[in-house]
C-alpha cells in the first residue's frame, strides 16, 4: 500500500536518503525544505528523484511553517507518516526570525508548530510521526527557567537539549493521540558522515574530523527512518526510542514525562504569544 509521506529536510543528509528509498519503494513524498533553489539543483543533477515533490517551509520562521501547512492541507486529504527529520548545531548563539534560540527553534519548536498545524491532516491518516533525535540528547538537561539559552550558550549541550525535546514531543505525542489513532516514535540514526557536523568547532570539531572513518553512510543512517515509515507491526511499539531499528531505553532525564508534557504546555503558550494560530 502506497502511503503519503511527509518530510522535511530532504536536501542533504539522511532526509535526502530517506526520501529516495521511500520514493523507490513506491511513496508520494513530500518534502519541506528551506532551500528550494537546492531542490532543483539536486533535481536537475537526478540525485533528488523527479516524482518527489517539495514545498518551501524555513522551520526557523513561524509564518513560514505556518504557511506550507496551509499548503499541504490544501493538496492532501490526509498524511499517513510525517518525519521531523530536519534539525542543526550552532557554534554560537543565534535567534530565529521570531527570536527563539535557533536550535530549540529548529530542532523542536518548528517542527512542534508544524505537526500540530497539520494534526487534521495526521489524525484522518492515522498517521506515524516520526522524530529524528539523537544520542546527544543523553547531554542535555532541559531548563524551563533557561529554554532560549540566554544565561549560558554551548552548542553541544543546547544541541542535547534540542534532541531531549524531540523524544518528550515524542512521548507526549502518544499520551495525548495514541488513543485516536496516531503512533509516535524518536529515533538515533547513527552517527552518519554528512556535512552537518561542519560548523562545529574546537575539541569536539577536532575529535569529528580523527574519527570520521568511524562514521556510518547516509544510506545506513536512514535506515531507522525508512523501517518506523513502512513496518507493518511498529505501531504497537509507540512513544519509544529507536537506533538500529530496535527499540532502545533513552536517558532518565528523557523518560520523564512530567518535564515532556509541561515541554508541550510551553510550547503552545511560545506559539501563542507568537500569534501562532493553533
Sequence with gaps: MNHTIVITGITSGIGLETARKLNEIGHRVIGLIRNTDRAKELKDEGQLPKEIEYIHCDLAELSSVHKAAQNLKEQLDSIDVLINNAGG??????????????????NHLGHFALTLSVMD???????????????????G??????????????????????????IYFTRELHRRYNDKGLSSFALHPGVVKTNFFSPVRGLLGMLVNVFSFLMISSEKGAATSVFLATDQQI???????????????????????????KLWEVSEQLLRNNGYPL
Design 89 to 106: 548545531i550552532f557554534t554560537k548563539r543565534e535567534t530565529t526570525k521570531d527570536g527563539f534560540e535557533k536550535t530549540f527553534g529548529v
Design 121 to 139: 491532516l495526521l489524525l484522518r491518516g492515522g498517521a506515524r510521526i516520526i522524530n529524528v533525535s539523537s544520542e546527544a540528547h543523553k547531554y
Design 141 to 166: 538537561n532541559l531548563n524551563f527557567e533557561d529554554l532560549q539559552a540566554e544565561s549560558k550558550y554551548h552548542s553541544w549541550k543546547t544541541y542535547g537539549d534540542g534532541k531531549l525535546c524531540n
Design 235 to 261: 505501531d504497537r511499539e509507540s512513544g519509544k526510542y529507536f537506533k538500529n531499528k530496535k527499540v532502545k531505553t533513552p536517558s532518565s532525564k528523557a523518560r520523564d514525562d512530567q518535564k515532556a508534557k
